[in-house]
């Protein structure tokens, strides 16, 4: 069982960064790829940013590349995005999740592949 919680949402102009956190309690975090999903009003959780459980391996929506950092530190637990150049359209709710099994081989980029979430930070990005 894996407890999540984000925090660092909040309003920034288009152009600025905002630094979300992932603060993980419970079982083992090292052993559990991460990612971050976003979700806005009336529409699907989208795929973000996902890291494996090593920190070794990271994948990004083409809409982020480039723009969005995902990173992870096994010692403190917790998991982070680093969010750059924002555009309007990244306003959502953000979701950190964490895998279903540990140390999985794969690194999934949909909803299904996670079985842990946070209940979410609002990022709101004006023009």
């Known amino acids: 069982q894996v407890l999540l919680q984000e925090s660092g949402g909040g309003f920034v102009q288009a152009g600025g960064s905002l630094s979300l956190s992932c603060a993980a309690t419970?079982?083992?975090?090292?052993?559990?790829?991460m990612a971050w999903f976003r979700q806005a009003p009336g529409k699907d959780r989208t795929f973000v940013a996902a890291?494996?459980?090593?920190?070794?391996?990271?994948y990004y929506a083409d809409s982020v590349k480039g723009r969005f950092t995902i990173s992870k530190d096994n010692a403190k637990s917790a998991a982070y995005l680093q969010m750059n150049g924002l555009k309007p359209e990244d306003t959502a709710n953000y979701y950190c999740?964490?895998?279903?099994?540990?140390?999985?081989?794969?690194?999934?980029?949909?909803?299904?592949?996670?079985?842990?979430w946070g209940k979410g930070t609002q990022v709101t990005v004006s023009t």
């Open positions: 999740a964490a895998s279903g099994r540990t140390y999985p081989t794969m690194v999934q980029q949909t909803t299904a592949g996670y079985a842990y």
């Open positions: 419970g079982s083992t975090f090292n052993s559990y790829n």
């Open positions: 890291i494996s459980w090593s920190g070794g391996r990271t």
